[in-house]
């Protein structure tokens, strides 16, 4: 059951400049299609499934890592504040979860350290 749903995550991710980007909702509540992009709150999950599935090997690959950490530095912290939502919209939100899940990636896979 994880496999197939790390899978029905990774297939339906939206890979652009480098990030990763993914919906979470329906708009409007009737189309059956998930197009309404996931805010930096409820992305905290999804991160944190994708990163506990890279942990055991399932599913997502160093890459897909790399693109979590590139979606941290270009989208959600851009220009000096966080964002809102995980493709840079909706304003100012201060959020430090995706900081220590993204930075312990850069440092560990990347190999950077960030001091």
């Known amino acids: 059951m ?7 995550l990774k297939d339906n991710l939206i890979y652009t400049e480098n990030v990763l980007l993914w919906n979470y ?4 509540l009737n189309s059956k ?5 996931d805010d930096v709150s409820h992305g905290t999950l999804v991160v944190e ?18 693109s979590l950490v590139n979606l941290f530095l270009t989208k959600i912290y851009k220009d000096g504040v966080f964002n809102l939502n995980i493709d840079g919209s909706g304003g ?11 930075f ?3 440092q560990n896979i990347i190999g950077k350290s960030m001091t």
């Open 2 to 8: 994880l496999q197939k749903t790390a899978q029905y």
């Open 25 to 28: 909702g329906y708009y409007p």
């Open 33 to 37: 299609k998930f197009d309404k992009i």
């Open 49 to 66: 499934f994708m990163s506990k599935c890279f942990d055991m090997g399932i599913v997502f690959s160093k890459d897909d890592m790399i």
């Open 92 to 102: 100012i939100y201060l959020l430090m979860m995706y900081t220590f899940i993204i």
């Open 104 to 106: 312990y990636y850069y």
